[in-house]
């Protein structure tokens, strides 16, 4: 199986208390056709690794570590090489779709940016690739006049689907692609991205905090907690057999679909006095 991505002792902290780490030692891999979900808390450095993957951080901190990108080290790229890389070989859905699209531009505009940046497309052959993309996201190709608030939140949510898998990229990056989208909506992005992905072959880190997605798409799951991988392995090992604390106080959280299971809140206190690193 092809090695995507490996991510190697990364550590991402504040400039000004460089002893303060969001995300610790953090390491793991991606491989072509998979899923990867990474699930935590708010907080818990998801986003941040996300971010540093794309080289995307604010000034304000700073990582180490490596990350190898189909065996070239994005840590090393200054940001000309890695602007190449974004949106080209590494697509990324931000959370938010409703403020991530410029109000004041058309969907097929914005679509249409990523394909003239990266593979230099105008013209005729611009118009007929924004409307491809566009139908293979489930929205009609004269959508493409549209402005995004005349669209609703699945559609604008489609349409940063459609920008990010663009230019095929070899790894796509979900930042909780499915926030604000009711359960319905939720399912058909869901169902989406896991049928793109397996047409394209690419590698997929999606991440959430909802242990309901992570059953339906993952192929592997890594926990993260207070900024540390706390666990990781195939989906089936993490949600049955968990070995971590925290893992199983956050599925302890989950509900059944009877309605029998008595929900335990995360006991912060204990975990505290208990900690275990994976």
């Not at 610790?24 to 986003?47: M, P």
């Not at 005729?124 to 006049?145: C, F, H, M, Y």
């Not at 397996?198 to 192929?219: C, E, P, Q, W, Y």
């Amino acid at each position: 199986m092809t090695e995507i991505l490996s991510i190697e002792h990364l550590n991402v902290g504040l400039k000004k208390e460089p002893t303060r780490l969001l995300v610790k030692d953090s390491s793991f891999k991606l491989s072509a056709g998979k899923t990867t979900c990474i699930v935590g808390e708010s907080g818990s450095g998801k986003s941040l690794t996300a971010l540093t993957i794309m080289g995307l951080l604010s000034n304000q901190l700073v990582a180490s570590g490596h990350v190898f990108f189909n065996g070239v080290d994005l840590t090393t790229l200054d940001n000309k090489a890695m602007r190449k890389i974004r949106g080209a070989q590494i697509g990324m859905i931000f959370q938010e779709p409703m403020t991530s699209l410029n109000p004041v531009l058309t969907v097929g505009f914005q679509i249409g940016e990523v394909l003239t940046a990266h593979k230099g497309l105008k013209g005729d052959g611009l118009k007929s690739k924004i409307a491809t993309l566009l139908t293979q996201v489930g929205i009609p190709a004269e959508r493409a006049n549209s402005y995004p608030d005349e669209l609703s939140g699945g559609q604008r949510q489609r349409v940063m689907v459609a920008m990010s898998i663009a230019c095929e990229p070899a790894l796509l990056i979900a930042d909780e692609p499915t926030t604000a989208l009711d359960v319905t909506v939720q399912a058909q992005i869901l169902t989406l991205l896991d049928e793109l992905k397996n047409r394209m072959k690419m590698a997929m880190l999606f991440i959430t905090h909802d242990f309901g997605v992570v059953s339906d798409i993952a192929d592997d799951v890594i926990v993260m907690f207070k900024g540390e991988i706390v666990e990781a392995g195939p989906k089936k090992q993490v949600l049955e057999n968990p070995q971590h604390p925290y893992t199983k106080a956050l599925l302890d959280c989950v509900p059944d679909v009877e309605g029998k299971k008595v929900l335990k809140p995360i006991d912060y206190a204990w975990l505290k006095t208990n900690e275990v690193s994976a």
